[in-house]
């Protein structure tokens, strides 16, 4: 979309909320100690080793672990996408602060955008997303974020299949928000996060 077209988007904002057990609820869960997994100690290792009750990770023999270096950009929601056979994962490696938009699964091919939210994460947690979770790829909100994502082979190979700007695919449905939505959707900092 050339820029006067985008000039002419009505723009929508989400206000950027401290990610927490309870409000990630309805899109994933956290990944990190202290939020609301149990742990025990493993019989080894003099009890210097605790264990986090394993997440509910979904997926098949297709899985793959990808390291993504993300750098700052404008805090704006170009696409928004959703997986239909893996819970992907998103994994801190420099604890550096970063957020994720994300709207809960629909039935169709679209995410509601009225029930889309921004967190924040300090970079001391993950996020597992459930399947069919909408999400924009993270951002990275001060420096550079390192991280792992867990995720299938085949989302890869689909996201190759662009048409139009957008991708689509077997575990794959990428949508353009502005040209799907004619708005532009935006992240809101406030005080805080």
Not at 5 to 30: C, D, H, K, V
Request: aromatic share 8%; glycine share 6%.
């Amino acid at each position: 979309m050339g820029g006067s077209a985008m000039s002419a988007l009505s723009r929508l904002e989400l206000e950027l909320e401290q990610a927490t057990t309870e409000n990630i609820a309805p899109f994933g869960e956290l990944l990190a100690f202290g939020r609301g997994r149990p742990v025990a100690r493993t019989r080894f290792y003099d009890d210097a080793v605790e264990l986090m009750e394993k997440p509910a990770f979904s997926s098949d023999a297709d899985t793959c672990l990808s390291l993504a270096r993300v750098h700052p950009r404008p805090l704006e929601v170009i696409w928004m996408e959703r997986h239909f056979k893996h819970t992907q994962a998103f994994i801190p490696l420099n604890a550096k602060p970063w957020c994720a938009v994300l709207a809960p699964p629909t039935a169709s091919d679209l995410p509601d955008l009225a029930q889309a939210r921004a967190f924040h994460f300090a970079g001391d947690c993950g996020l597992l997303m459930h399947v069919g979770t909408w999400h924009e790829f993270p951002f990275a909100l001060e420096v550079t974020a390192d991280m792992v994502v867990v995720l299938r082979n085949e989302t890869n190979r689909n996201l190759e299949a662009i048409s139009d700007g957008e991708a689509v695919g077997e575990d794959l449905e990428k949508r353009h928000i502005g040209k799907r939505f004619g708005v532009s959707l935006a992240i809101r900092r406030s005080a805080g996060v």
